[in-house]
């Protein structure tokens, strides 16, 4: 990641898997995944999640466009 992101799960459950192993976010989950983290995404159901990256620019401080 090139950037801070801050992750509440709604519903379902995601897995997170980092350098350190695996780990299972559920409805209610805070998680904070800090610039420079690498992971992998996982959801085996429909899971329902709200995110925030900092900085709001990071793609033009890069000097990219988002996807």
Request: hydrophobic share 35%; net charge negative.
């Amino acid at each position: 990641m090139t950037y801070d992101e801050v992750l509440f799960i709604h519903e379902g459950t995601l897995t997170i898997e980092l350098d350190d192993g695996r780990h299972e976010c559920n409805p209610g989950d805070i998680v904070w995944l800090p610039n420079g983290t690498h992971l992998k995404y996982i959801a085996t159901e429909r899971t329902g999640y709200f995110y925030c990256l900092y900085p709001f620019d990071w793609a033009a401080r890069q000097g990219t466009v988002e996807p």
